[in-house]
């Protein structure tokens, strides 16, 4: 059920389109996990950029994400592990390997890469 | 019959038939070296952080400062353990420390604000816990296929899991006023690694 701190997060994954609610203060991936949708992560710290997303509609709050950087936000790149939603939202999943090509590009920290 | 394996030429030094068996069993080699390396630079970050930062700062609480030197001396016997087999599979490390540190797959353990016990046990915690997730991820990729890369990432993730309960048993107690017990604290000399370095461990 949502409510007004819940909101709608939509996502496109690899397997189709998946929807779910997910309040303000939780974490994107977890709601994800609780709604049934398994999705890639290792560290659940923002950092090793497994759950790497691409936001396509929305806002999204990484102040939780141990390593998430301007450069980021600005290409359009969310970490779902550590990401809270501040709206709706509809998210590319699986987008690591994009998201360690933009930061090795930039020289930013790409753990994996 | 062929079994899959590209062939080594006798005498042949530039290729290693110990990485063309478990590639020849579907191991993706170059992503389990930038894993390995990832996972082994975060041993490395912790045995710093854990001791030069954050041990430092628990002072009076002399029983969760022997707790994190054991979890320091192990995280760095996993580093040992792990570095040579990085080598044996054709990677290496970066000739450059800041750049190695960027590599870490797990956040830097520094020193929280304020750095009260509770928030040092609590990021002792959660490194643990990434630390487990980062070393399972190679037993997965691994399994049934590699099994050197198995045996030494399971032996570092046994001594993980072990710590995320001593620091689950201390933080409850600190915390919550809680009794969690690990079930299992029992260590001779700091860093005894029981299953990292090989030694006979405690299975009463």
Same mark, same amino acid.
């Given at each position: 059920?949502?409510?007004s701190d819940s909101f709608l997060i939509t996502l496109e994954t690899p397997k189709g389109e998946r929807s779910f609610t997910c309040h303000r203060n939780e974490f994107i991936w977890n709601a994800a996990a609780h709604s049934g949708?398994?999705?890639?992560a290792i560290c659940h710290q923002g950092r090793c950029l497994t759950c790497a997303g691409r936001l396509l509609a929305g806002t999204v709050d990484q102040s939780s994400s141990n390593s998430y950087f301007p450069e980021d936000k600005q290409a359009g790149f969310v970490?779902?592990?550590?990401?809270r939603p501040c709206s709706d939202l509809r998210i590319r999943t699986h987008e690591q390997f994009f998201m360690r090509q933009h930061r090795t590009k930039l020289g930013l920290p790409a753990p994996y890469s | 019959m062929s079994n899959g394996v590209t062939p080594? &030429?006798?005498g042949d030094v530039t290729q290693r038939v110990g990485v063309e068996v478990i590639r020849a069993r579907g191991v993706d080699v170059d992503k389990l070296i930038k894993m390995l390396i990832a996972?082994?630079? &975060?041993e490395f970050a912790s045995t710093y952080y854990y001791y030069t930062i954050l041990r430092m700062h628990l002072a009076g609480h002399e029983d969760y400062k022997e707790i994190c030197e054991d979890a320091r001396l192990e995280d760095r016997a996993h580093w040992e353990l792990i570095v040579p087999r990085i080598y044996e599979l054709g990677g290496e490390l970066p000739n450059d420390l800041p750049t190695f540190h960027n590599m870490a797959g797990c956040a830097a353990a520094k020193l929280p604000d304020p750095p009260t016990a509770v928030n040092i046990l609590t990021l002792l915690l959660e490194s643990e816990r990434c630390a487990i997730r980062s070393w399972i991820a190679i037993c997965d990729m691994t399994f049934g296929k590699d099994p050197r890369t198995y045996d030494l990432a399971s032996r570092i993730l046994n001594e993980e899991i072990e710590h995320e309960a001593w620091f689950i048993e201390l933080l409850a107690h600190e915390r919550d006023g809680k009794s969690i017990p690990s079930g299992h604290f029992r260590r001779g000399e700091p860093g005894e690694a029981p299953y990292s370095k090989n030694r006979g461990f405690y299975n009463p």
């Amino acid at each position: 059920m949502k409510d007004s701190d819940s909101f709608l997060i939509t996502l496109e994954t690899p397997k189709g389109e998946r929807s779910f609610t997910c309040h303000r203060n939780e974490f994107i991936w977890n709601a994800a996990a609780h709604s049934g949708i398994s999705l890639p992560a290792i560290c659940h710290q923002g950092r090793c950029l497994t759950c790497a997303g691409r936001l396509l509609a929305g806002t999204v709050d990484q102040s939780s994400s141990n390593s998430y950087f301007p450069e980021d936000k600005q290409a359009g790149f969310v970490l779902l592990c550590t990401g809270r939603p501040c709206s709706d939202l509809r998210i590319r999943t699986h987008e690591q390997f994009f998201m360690r090509q933009h930061r090795t590009k930039l020289g930013l920290p790409a753990p994996y890469s | 019959m062929s079994n899959g394996v590209t062939p080594v &030429a006798h005498g042949d030094v530039t290729q290693r038939v110990g990485v063309e068996v478990i590639r020849a069993r579907g191991v993706d080699v170059d992503k389990l070296i930038k894993m390995l390396i990832a996972n082994a630079a &975060a041993e490395f970050a912790s045995t710093y952080y854990y001791y030069t930062i954050l041990r430092m700062h628990l002072a009076g609480h002399e029983d969760y400062k022997e707790i994190c030197e054991d979890a320091r001396l192990e995280d760095r016997a996993h580093w040992e353990l792990i570095v040579p087999r990085i080598y044996e599979l054709g990677g290496e490390l970066p000739n450059d420390l800041p750049t190695f540190h960027n590599m870490a797959g797990c956040a830097a353990a520094k020193l929280p604000d304020p750095p009260t016990a509770v928030n040092i046990l609590t990021l002792l915690l959660e490194s643990e816990r990434c630390a487990i997730r980062s070393w399972i991820a190679i037993c997965d990729m691994t399994f049934g296929k590699d099994p050197r890369t198995y045996d030494l990432a399971s032996r570092i993730l046994n001594e993980e899991i072990e710590h995320e309960a001593w620091f689950i048993e201390l933080l409850a107690h600190e915390r919550d006023g809680k009794s969690i017990p690990s079930g299992h604290f029992r260590r001779g000399e700091p860093g005894e690694a029981p299953y990292s370095k090989n030694r006979g461990f405690y299975n009463p």
